[in-house]
């Protein structure tokens, strides 16, 4: 009989820090790769085996019941069913793909109570240079319709009784919803809360009461008081034993990975606000065979900011391979598939833009 899930995430972990102890990181950057890389494979058994991401085809029309200005930039919308029902439940980690007036889509996490079923809320950073969709969400007023879909889960919550959250600025918006589920059952809990200054951190007011009330879990982490935490830094916070969820800027998160695996930490799950940089790509040409074009992607680019400098209107929406927004028709060439969001099958004839590369010259019906 097989392992349960519970038992195969505990092998696995036993397995990982016996590998640890035997080959310490100083002997090999590249095993530390490894090790980071099966720890995370061991934190998506743990509790569950991760589902597979599927796209999730439910269709909500809302309305923008009302906008509050959470912090420097951040503005939060709270949105209920335009036919005044009840919303679909939904699961910490959570997000929902919001259909802007322009035809733009953009994916952003639920923050508010999964307990709520009248209304979500979301909150939203607004990035001058960024593809407009932040600057679109920024102008709209309470009582625009607007359409979603969804809610998914590609950031599962798993259920252990210690966790350390880590949240940078606008990345508090996953992980709210767990920290509060810790505190409504009770578990063994520390929080992190870090952001370039205090004008700069949603929700700041509403978390430092939680820090008036449970003062030694609650640590409150401006950088121009306190300086950049490092990873050991953080870390030093967990309960033993913890896992640790995690969201905010790639820097963060980068300072966070190179110290796992560490004793006090179980299991490591995290999630990106912006994309991760393309690292020792190869170049590669897309032939876009409707369009007509002819596109270079360099190596330490994706196919998605390539095919975008010809075709702006491509869509897209997570830019980290799991959203299911911006898969093509693959009509020719070699694919490299990194997302989490095709099956093996679909691989075949889908190339998702965001995360996925070629080799040599890959054709897309665009």
């Known amino acids: 009989m097989p392992d349960s899930p519970e038992r195969a ?3 696995e972990a036993e397995r990982l820090h016996e590998d640890f102890r035997a080959n310490p990181p100083s002997r090999s950057m590249r095993f530390l790769g490894v090790i980071v890389a099966a720890y995370e494979k061991a934190s998506g058994l743990s509790g569950h085996y991760r589902p597979d991401i599927v796209e999730v085809r439910r269709t909500l029309d809302v309305v923008v019941d009302e906008v509050r200005q959470e912090s420097d930039g951040v503005r939060s919308f709270r949105l209920v069913a335009a ?16 259909v802007l007036p322009s035809g733009r889509q953009r994916q952003y996490s639920l923050t508010g109570s999964p307990r709520e079923h009248d209304h979500y809320r979301i909150a939203v950073r607004e990035i001058a240079d960024g593809g407009g969709g932040s600057r679109e969400m920024h102008a709209l007023e309470a009582g625009q319709p607007l359409t979603l879909r969804g809610p998914r889960n590609a950031f599962p919550f798993i259920g252990v009784d210690k966790y350390l959250f880590v949240a940078g600025g606008i990345g ?11 505190i409504e059952r009770g578990v063994d809990w520390q929080f992190v809360y870090t952001g370039r200054d205090r004008g700069s951190m949603p929700f700041l007011a509403e978390l430092t009461d939680l820090a008036a009330a449970y003062p030694d879990r609650v640590h409150l982490r401006p950088d121009d008081e306190f300086g950049v935490p490092t990873g050991l830094a953080i870390l030093d916070y967990a309960p033993d034993g913890a896992a640790l969820y995690t969201c905010g800027p790639p820097p ?4 966070i990975r190179r110290v796992i695996p560490a004793e006090n ?10 994309p991760p940089p393309v690292v020792g790509g190869e170049p590669f040409t897309v032939v876009l065979a409707r369009s007509g074009h002819v596109v270079p992607v360099a190596g330490d680019q994706s196919a998605l900011a390539a095919i ?10 997570c830019q980290q391979g799991y959203c299911g927004t911006c898969p093509v028709a693959l009509i020719g060439g070699d694919v490299e598939h990194h997302d989490r969001c095709l099956t093996d099958a679909q691989r075949e004839t889908r190339m998702t833009i965001c995360v996925s590369r070629g ?3 890959v054709t897309l019906d665009l």
């Open 172 to 182: 508090i918006t996953p992980i709210r919803p767990m920290l509060y589920d810790a």
């Open 83 to 98: 036919d005044g029902g009840e919303l679909p439940g939904w699961h910490p980690g959570a997000h929902v793909d919001v």
């Open 252 to 255: 963060m998160i980068d300072a």
């Open 9 to 11: 995430a505990q092998l």
């Open 265 to 274: 930490i179980a299991t490591l799950h995290y999630e990106r606000f912006s």
């Open 308 to 317: 975008r400098a010809v075709l702006p209107d491509v869509a897209y929406s």
């Open 359 to 361: 080799s040599g010259r």
